[in-house]
C-alpha cells in the first residue's frame, strides 16, 4: 500500500494509469473470491481504499488548477 506522501509525488499520469491498473487488480480479486480461490480477502478492501486515495488527491489538484 502506498503512502500518501508518495503518491503526491507522482505525476497525473502515473496517478491515472496506477488507477487503471488497481481497478483491473480489483476485478481479478473479485473473481478469485467468487471462485474461492481467494487467499488474502482484506487486499479487496486495500485495493479500494488506494484508488480511493489517488482519485481523491487528483481532485484535488483539478481543484486547485481551476480556482
Known amino acids: 500500500m502506498a503512502k500518501i506522501k508518495d503518491l503526491r509525488a507522482k ?3 502515473q ?3 496506477q488507477v487503471v491498473s488497481l481497478k ?3 476485478m481479478n480479486l473479485r473473481f478469485q473470491q467468487t471462485s474461492g480461490q481467494l ?3 482484506a487486499r479487496i478492501g486495500q485495493v ?3 484508488v480511493a ?3 481523491t488527491i487528483l481532485a484535488e489538484r483539478n ?5
Not at 481543484?63 to 480556482?67: H, I, L, Q, R, T
Open 11 to 13: 505525476t497525473d499520469d
Open 15 to 17: 496517478l491515472n494509469e
Open 24 to 26: 483491473k487488480e480489483a
Open 39 to 41: 487467499a488474502n480477502t
Open 48 to 50: 479500494k481504499r488506494e
Open 53 to 55: 486515495q489517488i482519485k
Open 63 to 67: 481543484k486547485g488548477s481551476k480556482e
